[in-house]
């Protein structure tokens, strides 16, 4: 029998062994592994792309929710991440179809669902971490998946006036501390913020970054589907909403479940296994959470409207003045 002495015993090393230095190490800086009230000073880097104007570039996906998965657990709720089109400048068919849902009030939850999700990718130096990493990778240029939340707090310090170099600047650039709270059940990062005062990368990042290179953010996008992956993406949207479980006879060729091994028949014996486009994984936490209301997840338009976004892009470099002037234009 459980002694009480004993059930304390095993929460106190439940405990413990949240606190142990994660092991899920790689290219991408997993900050929302962070304890509440615990923080990361972390230093942006530009594109290396010089066509791109900004210093991030933006990730959109929809979420397909199954059941379970038809043959295997047939009972345990799986999601998918696939392309939103508009993410290339394009019309994406599951948007065009649950944009009307919005004049519903009955459809309006189920449109929020189907809708795609923002998230923002950036890279550069971790300056400092409340939670210790193991096995570090060699490349200390990391990759920052940003949701929503923070990427506002990001956004509305550049569209200060009185923000004179961009916080990139080698030179006179600006840290960022992400700071993780908690609010209800969701992390939240509201506290997140820019540092008052400039400061200079060391001798041994300019090295890392004369050595590694900077990375052209839009690599780290997912690629843009076919034609037939096109047509799946919508069929596997049709399956989600009627309920039906996930087919990997019929879908596991194009985006399968994370995780999730497959060899049957309609897989192609002489490719690599597909991607799932699917937020950053590690072995010890989930990719990042914050709250379930954001505005990147409302729809930004009346409606009745068809409003399509347009990347934007620049025209090979600028000066800080102008980067700065174009990102405050586009309020």
Not at 26 to 35: A, R, S
Not at 308 to 321: L, R
């Amino acid at each position: 029998m459980t002694s009480k002495l004993d059930e304390i015993r095993k929460k106190l090393q439940a405990a413990d062994s949240r606190k142990q230095p994660s092991t899920s190490s790689g290219e991408t800086f997993p900050f929302w592994n962070l304890d509440n009230d615990t923080s990361a000073k972390i230093r942006f880097l530009p594109d290396g792309n010089e066509d791109n104007t900004f210093f991030w570039v933006e990730k959109q996906v929809i979420k397909l929710r199954f059941p379970g998965i038809k043959g295997d657990d047939e009972n345990k709720e799986v999601i998918i991440q696939v392309p939103c089109m508009e993410m290339y400048g394009e019309s994406c068919p599951v948007l065009a179809e649950v944009r009307p849902w919005w004049n519903d009030d009955s459809l309006k939850s189920t449109a929020s669902q189907y809708w795609k999700k923002r998230s923002y990718i950036f890279q550069g130096f971790v300056q400092d971490s409340d939670f210790a990493e193991k096995d570090l990778p060699e490349n200390p240029i990391r990759k920052f998946v940003i949701g929503p939340q923070i990427f506002t707090l990001i956004k509305s310090s550049l569209l200060d006036p009185d923000l004179e170099a961009l916080p990139t600047d080698y030179y006179n650039g600006l840290d960022f501390t992400i700071t993780k709270t908690q609010k209800g059940q969701y992390a939240d990062y509201s506290t997140s913020k820019w540092a008052r005062r400039e400061t200079a990368l060391t001798d041994e990042q300019i090295g890392a970054v004369k050595e590694h290179g900077l990375k052209n953010l839009n690599d780290w996008l997912p690629e843009k589907p076919s034609a037939e992956q096109l047509g799946a993406i919508y069929e596997m949207f049709e399956a989600s909403v009627n309920g039906e479980l996930y087919d990997p006879e019929r879908f596991a060729k194009f985006y399968r479940p994370w995780g999730f091994e497959y060899s049957g028949p309609t897989a192609s014996s002489n490719s690599a296994p597909p991607k799932t486009e699917s937020e950053p994984k590690t072995e010890s936490a989930p990719a990042p959470s914050e709250s379930a209301s954001t505005e990147d997840d409302k729809p930004p338009f009346k409606p009745d409207e068809a409003k399509k976004e347009q990347p934007v892009t620049s025209g090979g470099s600028s000066s800080a003045e102008d980067i700065l002037a174009k990102i405050r234009n586009r309020r």
